[in-house]
């Protein structure tokens, strides 16, 4: 069985667009990989968070990921910072890395826009190393990831074809999977703009915790056209066409079958529908969440989890010291 890896950072409340976007994927993907998902604390720390919220955000994840439909017996689903395996194997591929092409990484280029030197995290910089040695350790076969993350997996790629040739052959290559094109959710205020977990407003996201009656009210107010007319036109119409996305995101229908069905219908209905989807949605995962934190097995399902990737991650540095020859 192929291995798949993933994962979420902590760095704001999970939102609809974290759900279509990645952990509906995990949660169906789970039936052909061996697949391992974390929560990747680690990497939240290139930005500031409040040390109890971010620990609060952490077991929120854990919750929703198992809410969501996560099976333990088929995901391995660990916290990143519980296994100090990925922290050292990172360090030795940074060593092997290069300022240049780190400094090419367009999500570097991105968040540290318009910032001077003094206000970047040397982390903001290093962490798709960190990221290449969450997926390397794991020998994962596929990574599913959003396509603003597809170069860190080339990168990943390229450090280990690096290594490989200086050490021998110790890392498989990772491929990236990215969902198709429609499963990006934008922010219904803004929807030529990724609906973010750290957007400062929050005015057009939707958390996954947060009650459907605010939820309801975000979505009738979000950002459409004059047109009134409900079609599928991402670049004509940006803010009708991500409502539709959610609606057949959450109602596992085809745009096609969408579109007949609000054909005849103006845009206040249509956005009705969409928020009744997205209410009846919310209201479901948020009971299991409740039934998940009652019933106190997170611990033993992350225990049994940490015992599995401790071995697989040890055997792995291991190796890769003996190769570079560090230790005794
Ligand atoms: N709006 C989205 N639509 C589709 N997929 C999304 N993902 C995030 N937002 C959307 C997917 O969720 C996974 C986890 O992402 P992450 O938390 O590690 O980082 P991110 O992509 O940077 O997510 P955010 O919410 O935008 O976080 P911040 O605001 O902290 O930068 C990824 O697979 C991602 O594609």
């Known amino acids: 069985m192929k291995r798949l890896l993933s994962g979420i950072k ?23 990989y061996e ?12 930005i500031y968070n409040d040390p109890k919220e971010l620990k609060k955000r952490i077991h929120d994840i854990l919750a929703i990921y198992l809410a969501s439909g996560l099976d333990p017996k088929k995901t391995t689903i660990f916290v990143q910072s519980e296994n100090l395996y990925h922290a050292n194997l990172s360090w030795v591929l940074e060593c092997n890395s290069y300022m240049g092409e780190l400094s090419r990484m367009t999500q570097f280029k991105d968040k540290s826009k318009g910032k001077n030197g003094e206000a970047i995290s040397c982390g903001l910089f290093t962490y798709p190393v960190l990221m290449a040695s969450d997926i390397l350790i794991y ?13 860190h997996v080339e990168l990943a790629r390229n450090l280990a074809t690096r290594f490989n040739n200086r050490y021998g052959e110790t890392f498989k290559l990772p491929e990236p999977i990215i969902p198709e094109e429609g499963a990006k959710i934008y922010d219904l205020q803004n929807p ?28 009738m107010s979000a950002v459409t056209d004059s047109d009134n007319k409900v079609i599928y036109d991402p670049i004509n ?19 096609k079958e969408a579109e007949e069905e ?11 529908k969409v928020a009744d989807a997205v209410c009846e949605f919310l209201e479901d995962l948020q009971k299991k969440y409740r039934e998940i934190v009652e019933s106190g097995e997170i611990p033993r399902i992350l225990d049994e989890s940490n015992e599995k990737v401790e071995k697989i991650c040890k055997k792995k540095v291991q190796e890769v010291f003996e190769k570079i020859g560090v230790g005794r």
């Open 262 to 272: 609000f054909a005849n219908s103006k845009y206040g209905e249509f956005k009705s």
């Open 139 to 151: 020998d994962a076969d596929v990574v599913p990831t959003g396509i603003d993350q597809k170069q």
């Open 237 to 255: 119409k940006p803010g009708i066409s991500n409502l539709l996305v959610i609606y057949t995101s959450l109602k596992n229908k085809t745009m």
């Open 192 to 219: 030529t703009k990724k609906m973010s977990k750290s957007d400062e407003t929050g005015k057009g996201v939707i958390m996954l915790l947060e009650s459907a009656e605010s939820a309801r009210k975000k979505i």
């Open 10 to 32: 902590p760095t704001g409340d999970l939102t609809l667009g974290n759900y279509i976007g990645a952990i509906r994927q995990f949660v169906e993907m789970q039936k052909k």
């Open 35 to 46: 697949s391992f998902v974390f929560v990747a604390d680690l990497h939240a720390l290139t």
